[in-house]
Structure formats: structure tokens, C-alpha cells
């Protein structure tokens, strides 16, 4: 690593946005680059951390949840319950529905998440399991098509505060082609009492991470845009076995839930019912759902 290196790196730092806007200065890490997915997916799959996963007791407990839910909705005739569960990863939710009886689609961009996803059903031995690799914020319509009737959409995770409002409102319009009237969408969804308003930075020296292999200086900054209603955090990793700083942002959208209600319904779910978290293990990490109606 030459002394030019790190003046340019910390040059870009200096002259970065201050403070960084949501959705202009940087959109979504990129979960669909194959190295990147391969970090993540070691977090996805670490049962001692709810941090972008969860522990197979609290997946069971929002499995049963969710069964005892569609207990109470008419049964499709001539054929099983069908589920269509966006953002699937790797199959932390598809494959313990499917096994509860249920048919499931899942859909996801990140390809090593997708290809363990499919391992888990193969070795399931599970043929009520579909995994698609598609982006979520550009479904194309023959897709949608080729899902046949979905009875219930989920979302899990609070991933759906990850997209600009106008970009959840059209993935959720696409998909709702696919639910007949009164199927449900199900949403767990970060609460705006739950954003931070503050702006704040921090800086540790990592190990490995999901942005790197290998020790590095791991920069992050945190502004929250009461006009977008919405957050940014910037991660700056800079990495002196390759020499390089990389720049990766993650946002998220706020609403209350009122206005929750109100952009489902713009994407034809209405009678949204909002519940508590399942389990309550821990606000920062699992959050309440919304439950709403395809309307026709």
C-alpha cells in the first residue's frame, strides 16, 4: 500500500456527501455479487445471532404463527396452501413452511443464498419447494405468471423498509397479480418509533466481514433525512492487502402505520391488521407484522 493510495483513500473520505442522503447517495449493499453473498451467507446461516438471521426456535415459533394465522382463512380447494416468500434467502422460512405442509416459492437475488436454499429442500427431501433467483424490484411479468394462485405473500425480516417507497409500492403491485381476492400479504416491518434520528459515526478494525476477507478498517457513518423519512448507513472499508477503499450504503424507509396501510392498499392490499412482535426476543432485531387483503 503506497502513501498515494492512502491520500486518494482519504481524500474520497473527506470529500464524501455530508451528510449522505437516502436513496441519492447510495442505495443497497450488493447482495447479488456472488463473493459478497458468499460472506453473508455465514451470517445468514449463524443461529447465535438474530442479525440478518435467526434462531431456529424463533423461525418455529413465527412458522406456527403464521399456520395458526391461515387457519382461519378457507382452505383452497384441490390443492395445498401456497406461499410465496419474498427476499427467501436461504431458505430460513421456505423449507420449515414447506415441511409444515405448505407449497412454497421463494424468491431472492443473492446467488449463494438461492443455491443453499435449494440444497436444503433437496435434502429435505422436499418437492413443494421452489427457489427462483430474480430481483425483487423487477419481476417480470411471465414470472409472476408461472407462480399460479399464491394464497399468502410473506416479507420477514423488516427487509421491506430496504426499498424507496415508489419501488416496495410496484413490488407489491407486481406480485399481487398472482394472489387471488382475499389472499394475504404479511409483512414484518421495522416500526418508525424504532429509526434512529440521530447522525453518528464509528470506525473498527475488522478481522474478516461480510465486506472483506481478511483484516481491514471498517468505517461507518449514520444520518438519518427527516424529508425522506428515511436513514443511510455507509460503510467505508478499506482493505491494505488489495489496496483498496470500497463504498457500500445501506437505507431504509420509515413509515407509520398508517402510511404502511396506505401504500399496500395503493398496491391493491387493503384491511391491513397490524400485530406485535411473535416473540418479542429482542425489538432491535425481529419487529411487527402487518397482515392485508388483496383486493380485485
Same mark, same amino acid.
Given at each position: 500500500?503506497?502513501?498515494?493510495?492512502?491520500?486518494?483513500?482519504?481524500?474520497?473520505?473527506?470529500?464524501?456527501?455530508?451528510?449522505?442522503?437516502?436513496?441519492?447517495?447510495?442505495?443497497?449493499?450488493?447482495?447479488?455479487?456472488?463473493?459478497?453473498?458468499?460472506?453473508?451467507?455465514?451470517?445468514?446461516?449463524?443461529?447465535?445471532?438474530?442479525?440478518?438471521?435467526?434462531?431456529?426456535?424463533?423461525?418455529? =415459533?413465527?412458522?406456527?404463527?403464521?399456520?395458526?394465522?391461515?387457519?382461519?382463512?378457507?382452505?383452497?380447494?384441490?390443492?395445498?396452501?401456497?406461499?410465496?416468500?419474498?427476499?427467501?434467502?436461504?431458505?430460513?422460512?421456505?423449507?420449515?413452511?414447506?415441511?409444515?405442509?405448505?407449497?412454497?416459492?421463494?424468491?431472492?437475488?443473492?446467488?449463494?443464498? $438461492?443455491?443453499?436454499?435449494?440444497?436444503?429442500?433437496?435434502?429435505?427431501?422436499?418437492?413443494?419447494?421452489?427457489?427462483?433467483?430474480?430481483?425483487?424490484t423487477s419481476l417480470a411479468s411471465d414470472?409472476?405468471?408461472?407462480?399460479?394462485?399464491?394464497?399468502?405473500?410473506? @416479507?420477514?425480516?423488516? =427487509? @421491506?423498509?430496504? @426499498?424507496?417507497?415508489? $419501488?416496495?409500492?410496484?413490488?407489491?403491485? &407486481? $406480485?399481487?397479480?398472482?394472489?387471488?381476492?382475499?389472499?394475504?400479504?404479511?409483512? =414484518?416491518?421495522?416500526?418508525?418509533?424504532?429509526?434512529?434520528?440521530?447522525?453518528?459515526?464509528?470506525?473498527?478494525?475488522?478481522?474478516?466481514?461480510?465486506?472483506?476477507?481478511?483484516?481491514?478498517?471498517?468505517?461507518?457513518?449514520? &444520518?438519518?433525512?427527516?424529508?425522506?423519512?428515511?436513514?443511510?448507513?455507509?460503510?467505508?472499508?478499506?482493505?491494505?492487502?488489495?489496496?483498496?477503499?470500497?463504498?457500500?450504503?445501506?437505507?431504509?424507509?420509515?413509515?407509520?402505520?398508517?402510511?404502511? &396501510? =396506505?401504500?399496500?392498499?395503493?398496491?391493491?392490499?387493503?384491511? &391491513?391488521?397490524?400485530?406485535?412482535?411473535?416473540?418479542?426476543?429482542?425489538?432491535?432485531?425481529?419487529?411487527?407484522?402487518?397482515?392485508?387483503?388483496?383486493?380485485?
Amino acid at each position: 500500500m503506497t502513501d498515494a493510495w492512502i491520500r486518494d483513500a482519504l481524500r474520497r473520505i473527506a470529500d464524501r456527501p455530508r451528510p449522505p442522503r437516502p436513496w441519492r447517495d447510495g442505495r443497497q449493499i450488493p447482495w447479488n455479487d456472488p463473493e459478497f453473498s458468499r460472506r453473508v451467507l455465514s451470517v445468514h446461516l449463524d443461529p447465535s445471532t438474530h442479525m440478518a438471521s435467526r434462531t431456529p426456535d424463533v423461525i418455529a =415459533e413465527h412458522v406456527t404463527w403464521l399456520r395458526e394465522l391461515l387457519s382461519a382463512e378457507p382452505p383452497p380447494v384441490g390443492r395445498p396452501r401456497h406461499v410465496l416468500d419474498l427476499g427467501c434467502g436461504p431458505g430460513l422460512y421456505a423449507v420449515p413452511l414447506a415441511q409444515a405442509g405448505l407449497r412454497v416459492t421463494g424468491i431472492d437475488f443473492s446467488p449463494a443464498a $438461492v443455491a443453499h436454499a435449494r440444497r436444503l429442500a433437496a435434502d429435505a427431501g422436499l418437492d413443494s419447494v421452489a427457489i427462483l433467483e430474480a430481483d425483487l424490484t423487477s419481476l417480470a411479468s411471465d414470472l409472476i405468471d408461472r407462480l399460479g394462485p399464491v394464497d399468502v405473500v410473506t @416479507f420477514w425480516f423488516g =427487509e @421491506f423498509s430496504s @426499498f424507496p417507497p415508489e $419501488v416496495a409500492r410496484a413490488m407489491v403491485s &407486481a $406480485v399481487a397479480a398472482a394472489v387471488p381476492a382475499d389472499g394475504l400479504l404479511v409483512i =414484518e416491518y421495522q416500526p418508525w418509533d424504532l429509526f434512529p434520528r440521530e447522525n453518528s459515526t464509528s470506525w473498527s478494525v475488522a478481522e474478516d466481514s461480510v465486506f472483506a476477507t481478511g483484516p481491514h478498517l471498517w468505517l461507518q457513518e449514520f &444520518a438519518w433525512d427527516e424529508e425522506a423519512r428515511a436513514e443511510i448507513t455507509v460503510h467505508w472499508i478499506l482493505d491494505p492487502a488489495s489496496g483498496r477503499l470500497d463504498r457500500y450504503a445501506q437505507c431504509h424507509q420509515a413509515y407509520t402505520d398508517r402510511e404502511l &396501510a =396506505e401504500l399496500l392498499a395503493a398496491a391493491g392490499f387493503d384491511r &391491513a391488521r397490524f400485530f406485535p412482535p411473535i416473540t418479542g426476543v429482542d425489538e432491535r432485531f425481529e419487529f411487527p407484522m402487518v397482515v392485508a387483503r388483496r383486493r380485485l
